[in-house]
């Protein structure tokens, strides 16, 4: 995952806190969670069980990420073969809804899509979802070269992440642009609040703790020119 390439911030808290030991390594942009070891307050990545308690967003990566979520605008072809090919190599996570008016930020959603199948970057839907205009929310897998031109690795020092007994820079207030949000549910209005903690990403509902909106609020859902997720941490 990745803070948004684009000057789209305004920061007003940063602090550099310690890593858990246990937590390996996390990207910029993850949502990060206050834990103990031992007596030692730390950080790591959230994991989306309940009870976290959120610490703020990961800054300053020293290496570019190996994937990125994507908003894919597309048609369903008229007749057969009904396959979307997108412009990213292989998809995971993959849901899309059906767009039932408007564009951008202000595409009106509709209900799921289910598609026959998806492999590499081709989606295959069904026949009776031809015509069908569809939103793709995914998380693509990046090649070494696509990552270093999209997300060149930050000038504060060394390639490397964020592991085992560093020290992370962590933003706490302010605007923020990341792409560490879950592409299985729907992201349109610039008015959601409802955010909880996944598997080192921003979800909402689950069983991940609620992020209330006296905490953090979403100020922009991302969009296929701007697939980065806006929150304002308080």
Same mark, same amino acid.
Request: hydrophobic share 45%; glycine share 14%; aromatic share 8%.
């Given at each position: 995952?990745?803070?948004?390439? #684009? ?14 030991? /246990? ?21 790591? /990545?959230?994991? !989306?069980?309940? !009870? ?9 990566? #020293?290496?570019?990420? &190996? ?19 997108? &412009? ?11 767009? %039932? ?5 202000? =595409?009106? #959603? ?19 979802? =031809? ?16 990552? %270093? ?6 000038? !504060? ?16 207030? !302010?605007?923020?642009?990341?792409? =560490? ?39 922009? =859902? ?13």
């Amino acid at each position: 995952m990745a803070l948004s390439p #684009l000057s789209r911030y305004d920061f007003q808290g940063i602090q550099d806190v310690d890593v858990a030991a /246990a937590a390996g390594f996390f990207y910029e942009g993850v949502p990060l969670v206050h834990t103990m070891e031992g007596s030692k307050a730390v950080v790591a /990545a959230a994991t !989306g069980g309940a !009870g976290e308690v959120f610490a703020g967003i990961a800054y300053k990566y #020293l290496e570019s990420p &190996p994937s990125i979520t994507r908003v894919i605008d597309g048609v369903v072809p008229a007749s057969a073969p009904y396959t979307i090919t997108t &412009p990213y190599g292989t998809l995971t996570g993959t849901t899309i809804y059906a767009i %039932a008016s408007g564009s951008g930020e202000d =595409a009106v #959603l509709g209900s799921v899509v289910t598609p026959s199948g998806v492999s590499g970057a081709v989606i295959t839907f069904n026949a009776g979802d =031809a015509g069908t205009n569809v939103r793709i929310f995914a998380t693509v897998a990046l090649t070494g070269l696509q990552s %270093a031109m999209l997300f060149p690795a930050g000038a !504060g020092g060394p390639a490397g992440v964020v592991e085992t007994y560093k020290r992370a820079s962590v933003a706490t207030r !302010g605007d923020i642009w990341t792409s =560490a949000w879950d592409p299985t549910v729907s992201w349109v209005a610039a008015t959601i609040n409802n955010l909880s903690l996944g598997a080192g990403v921003f979800t909402r509902g689950g069983s991940g703790a609620a992020l209330p909106p006296s905490r953090i609020q979403v100020i922009g =859902a991302p969009t296929p020119e701007h697939p980065f997720l806006g929150v304002r941490l308080l």
